[in-house]
């Protein structure tokens, strides 16, 4: 446990900034599988609102730092390969 004041007090900041990217990410995964499930299961249009939904997810997700830019790149251009298959 820390001792300073300051030390405590970036403890509670670190804390909080856990559970909000928690949600974050939380909401990422979730618009990932919701994108994966319509491309496996041929659904164009679908697939394709989920995409873009996840895209935007996932790209605000960067922009706020709590997934890496290469990763959101990876990710992006796996689903658009899967897209194209479609």
């Given at each position: 446990?820390?001792?300073?004041a300051?030390?405590?007090?970036?403890?509670?900041?670190?804390?909080?900034?856990?559970?909000?990217?928690?949600?974050?990410?939380?909401?990422?995964r979730?618009?990932?599988?919701?994108?994966?499930?319509?491309?496996?299961?041929?659904?164009?249009?679908?697939?394709?609102?989920?995409?873009?939904?996840?895209?935007?997810?996932?790209?605000?997700?960067?922009?706020?730092?709590?997934?890496?830019?290469?990763?959101?790149?990876?990710?992006?251009?796996?689903?658009?390969?899967?897209?194209?298959?479609?």
């Open positions: 446990m820390p001792n300073l300051q030390a405590k007090k970036a403890l509670r900041k670190a804390k909080k900034a856990f559970v909000r990217n928690e949600a974050i990410r939380d909401g990422v979730k618009l990932k599988k919701v994108a994966r499930v319509a491309v496996d299961a041929k659904d164009k249009s679908g697939a394709k609102v989920a995409s873009v939904n996840f895209q935007v997810a996932i790209d605000k997700a960067v922009k706020h730092g709590i997934v890496h830019k290469n990763k959101a790149a990876r990710l992006k251009s796996r689903l658009a390969k899967k897209m194209r298959a479609i």
